[in-house]
């Protein structure tokens, strides 16, 4: 209860907490009140353009949520497993319950941890905590350190990744004690009025299964259900904590050995992980830790072969569209059998009265793995899974029209409408469907397809077209078809206009219109100009019975705005959406988000979020970061990929004299690709080694150096033979094949 009241109290006094920014740079009240991106447009001013840096100065980072253990939990899991534990980012806690409706899939006894001779929660003084961190930057082994009363206690932990402690959900904990023996700590299991017994190191419930064991660094008080260290203590003391109570003869001893040895198997489990897939490495060390740690995460929420949308609270569970993000992630990231083993079930997973909104994101999904991998054998083992998505869409059009029934306007929305989402994705999944099909020999079913997709698309532009409100400038691109839709000024003054801006990504990213159509262009001026964006993230009006604020950011859904922008090559506004989200749209080092977080901060030391961790969020970031770098796009509208943009859109920074990129095996629509590149802008040059993808080379290959401001390439070569210049940055590289070297000459203004 006294949590709940800190809570509350902070929304009190948020106001008076906020602070703001550095400079002459707008407050986050300015910020909100303003119909354009203040933050943005600043960041966009800047000799430098976006960075990290500018705006992870902006605000307080993420870091509380809405329960009254008020800190983000921390997942803590083996890959893929089922069982997940949670530790409190303060280190207040392992296995903390909210005990609301929201919070559900909740698993495990608390642990309370405590400091000091007066009882001190662990990071309860948020000034004195350092952390939480990751172990070498994304391993998720994590680290703490807290300072009580001049003593410094350190708390490490990780979820043991080794059978049968990763189907108990283990959780290895380290302490750290000052070499003064008066100093202490205590861990309270949180149980109620059961009473548990401690006996040779393990402590037991009821039915005899083990809860935790420790090592002898601790003494068991019997009738407080309390582990304390003793008062001659080591510097180290070691507990072991099952999510899941566990039989006594699985129950792994703690001790200083056994605690290095399942540390090192974490390491080198994750570490493998990673290394199955593709390697990007930029000359920016905080973003290599952050794609790494977001794949890391995604897999700890992945729960055997249910990619879900977040886990231990009630999004442990599938969506169709925000998983199908996630599971995007994984297969460009090289993942593509987790991806594989996840795509039945999504397809088996339904909603009701939103089934045509389902059925087109999963078609997509399989035609997007495929065109990764062309995994004929998949796309035949599940038809009778996609063969149903397919006779629903087409049985559902009607006749005269052409176009769905109405059914909810999104998930959130039960107003049942005529969508032009629902329609322009549907047409999609048809479309790209029928390419499939056509790809593993199945002619006649895919022209049947593609000529009712070709219709199809013809109906659905026209209805957008008809319901475009013009009245107003930019126009406004309702997702109702039928006028039921008023035209939302600004974007979030409205339950419903803030989800027109989370729902109209996907029309965006649908490909019905294409990317540098007039439509496009309305929809995202619309969104710059009427409040739709804060920092080049997806701005949401949120209820008040979970927030202190409701004017708030939902970035997961940016992702298609993010990519439509690089597509269209306005790069710099992409960039502010990718380095506001690693700034602002995740916590500081652990890089966890939730659906959606605050704008204003709570306090000095953070703002809310929503039942983190999240793996559209993660993935949002992901396909961001890597269309930085890789970019396969369809060019001329056909739906298929013919253009291969590498290092189109990165960071003027990171290839700064000195600057190395190495991308290796990383996924494309053409098969697998490899490249370093390596600036040398002191002697004059800048290098780059490619492998090219060969499964299906693309028809055109651009490269492209964005040298720091002052610098220019005069003339290019590959493999010693001249190259066609675009522009002064970008090389055509089409004529080219297998392995290349491409060497440019740059000259600058600065000696």
Known sequence: MARHVQFLLLGVFAAVATAAPAGDLPTPEQVIAAKTDLWADAALARPGGPTYEFFAGLVPPLRYVDADFLHYPLVLSAPGSAAKARLLSNGSAINALARIPVWQNESGTPVL????????????????????????????????????????????????????????????????????????????????????????????????????????????????????TKTAH?????????????????????????????RDACGKCWRDLLAAGATFDVPEPYVNNAWRSLLVGTHAILSGDQLNYSASNQYARKYAHESGEALRSLLLFGHAQTAARTIPSLFVYRRRNIEYHDGAFKLRLLADYYFVTRDKELVRNTRPLWQKEIDLILGGRDKSTGLLPREKYCSDIDTRIRSNNANANCWRGLRDMALVLEDVGETEQAQRLSAIAAEYRKQVLAFIDKSTVRTVDPPFVPIAIDGEEPVPSPITATRLGSYWNLVVQSLLGSGVFTYDSQTATNIIRYMQTNGGLCMGMIRVQSARGTWINTQNIDDLYGVRYNLLLLQRDEVDRALVSFYAKLAQGMTRETFYDGESSSIVPLDRFGRQMYLPPNSAANASFLLTFRNLLVQDWDMDDDGKPETLRLLYATPRQWLADGGTIKIKDASTAFGPLSLTSHAELAAGQITADLTLPSRQPPAKILIRFRLPGGYKITSAAADDHPVRMIDPETLDLSPYHGQVHVRATTAGLHP
């Open 113 to 228: 941890v405590h400091v000091g001779d007066d009882r001190d929660a662990f990071g309860s003084d948020l000034a004195s905590l350092d952390g939480p961190h990751y172990a070498d930057g994304f391993l998720p082994i994590i680290q703490l350190r807290y300072a009580h009363k001049g003593a410094s206690y350190g708390q490490e932990a990780f979820a043991a990744t080794e059978s049968p402690l990763a189907a108990a959900a283990a959780v290895c904990l380290r302490f750290e004690l000052p070499t003064d023996d008066r100093a202490r700590i205590d861990l309270r299991f949180d149980n109620g009025d059961e009473l548990y017994t401690a006996k040779n190191g393990r402590i037991s419930n009821k039915e005899g299964k083990a809860l935790a064991t420790y090592d002898e660094s601790w003494d068991w008080v019997p009738g407080r259900n309390m582990l304390l």
């Open 234 to 262: 080591a510097a180290a003391a070691y507990v072991n904590v099952f999510t899941h109570p566990i039989d006594p003869s699985a129950a792994a001893p703690a001790s200083a050995d056994g605690y290095r040895a399942r």
